[in-house]
């Protein structure tokens, strides 16, 4: 099947001519549009000092065409990788560059609002360290023309791939992360810890959901994300996806050591247990 037009996810998709965002809590940031609104999804990309990671990544995008715009969700890069002219040149339609507290929940909750307040009725998400497979991008744009409010990217879908995935990541993902936000969503869900993903702008949209607080700062909303959207009956797949780990040399991540990963383990715990639920 081939992915719908934007006419057609336009078609099926909620008015967001009347967004109320008076109680939202998003960091301040800097915005540098480079472009125009050319269609009705978006895919968010946060990126801090990924250097030839992201630039790859951004060309490989622009050499694939997807019908979807780029924005950058920068948490303040120093390395030049997200210099204006490039990202001129690679199609990028802005950059938005956080300049208040918060991490990378922070970086998500800047690039939401404001997709959500240009009119986007589709958000797609990848991180920006050049481990995911650009072509699974339509994947996406189709489940969510086709209704669906959270589309989670799955290596371990049956058509899906992964490469050199450290093993104590998969054992983490496959036998704690994803039983544990799959029994508290009541979806059947396998790769949680996987930021390549796709929300409706209707689930962001939810007074029932609220991801605009400043409770979500590190990873937290990723994963009440993943969460919520089955807590309350709304439609949730995955799609298969690839993901490549360097053969050897540094593991492109942000999580580091014992501390971030129990961290990341009592963000999990919270928001299985419904501690961020409105």
């Known amino acids: 099947m081939s992915p ?13 001519a009347a967004v109320d965002d008076a109680s939202w809590q998003v960091p301040d940031f800097d915005s540098l549009e480079l472009g125009p609104k050319l269609h009705d999804a978006v895919l968010v990309i ?37 210099e204006e002219d490039f990202l001129r040149d690679v199609g990028v339609r802005a950059r938005l560059t956080k300049t208040g507290p918060g991490k ?35 994947l996406f744009l189709q489940k969510l023309s ?10 371990y879908h049956p058509d899906g791939t992964h490469k050199n995935t450290p093993l104590e990541r998969t054992v983490a993902n496959r036998m704690i992360h994803a039983p544990m936000l799959s029994l508290a969503s009541g979806s059947k869900l396998t790769d949680t810890t996987n930021g390549y993903r796709a929300y409706s702008a209707s689930y ?12 979500f700062n590190a990873y937290e ?8 959207a089955g807590q309350l009956g709304l439609r949730v797949t995955e799609v298969p996806v690839s993901r490549s780990y360097p053969k050897s040399g540094k593991t492109p991540t942000k999580i580091a050591g014992f501390s971030g990963k129990l961290k990341i383990l009592q963000q999990t715990l919270a928001a299985a247990l419904g501690r961020y639920s409105p």
């Open 146 to 155: 086709e209704g669906y409010d959270y589309v989670q990217g799955s290596r």
């Open 204 to 215: 962001l949209l939810n007074l029932a959901v609220q991801p605009f607080r400043d409770v």
């Open 104 to 138: 990378l929940s922070a970086q998500l909750r800047m690039a939401y609002a404001w997709a959500l307040k240009q009119g986007y009725q589709g958000i797609v998400t990848v991180d920006g360290n050049g481990k995911d497979g650009m072509d699974a991008v339509p």
């Open 4 to 16: 719908s037009t934007d006419t057609e996810y336009q078609d099926a998709a909620p008015s967001l």
């Open 221 to 228: 909303l990723l994963f009440y994300l993943s969460v919520r």
């Open 46 to 82: 946060p990126v801090l000092n990924e250097g030839k990671r992201i630039q790859g990544q951004l060309r490989n995008l622009a050499a694939l065409n997807h019908p979807i715009d780029i924005i950058i969700a920068d948490g303040g890069s120093t390395d030049g990788s997200l």
